[in-house]
């Protein structure tokens, strides 16, 4: 079993920059892709970010090209989601997401584990 807890969520004004973190525990994900999601209120999850078991191929949602950048630290267990420039449509809980395989994947449907989710509230 993969245990994921994410963190460096927060209230932000538009423009500021946020890192969140995806710690994996109970077992290493460095042979996993990862992903990130997010959920605004009265939305559907979405797909944000992902990328494959070595960080040398990653995949963007159109509506965060240039502003957010995902990476790995596979000897940390560890993901993590830039955001800069962030916009309040960015608000959303952000849920990261493992693969068992190690390719990336758009769909969540596609992701065995989850996080709990960090809260990302961006002010105008």
């Known amino acids: 079993q993969v245990q994921l807890t994410e963190s460096g969520g927060g209230v932000v004004q538009a423009g500021d920059s946020l890192r969140l973190s995806c710690a994996a525990s109970?077992?290493?994900?460095?042979?996993?892709?990862m992903g990130w999601f997010r959920q605004a209120p009265e939305k559907e999850r979405e797909f944000v970010a992902t990328?494959?078991?070595?960080?040398?191929?990653?995949v963007y949602a159109d509506s965060v090209k240039g502003r957010f950048t995902i990476s790995r630290d596979n000897a940390k267990n560890t993901v993590y989601l830039q955001i800069n420039n962030l916009k309040p449509e960015d608000t959303a809980v952000y849920y990261c997401?493992?693969?068992?395989?190690?390719?990336?994947?758009?769909?969540?449907?596609?992701?065995?584990?989850w996080g709990q989710g960090t809260q990302v509230t961006v002010s105008s």
């Open positions: 997401a493992a693969r068992v395989l190690s390719s990336p994947a758009t769909r969540s449907s596609f992701y065995a584990y």
């Open positions: 109970g077992r290493t994900v460095s042979s996993s892709g």
């Open positions: 990328i494959d078991w070595s960080g040398g191929n990653a």
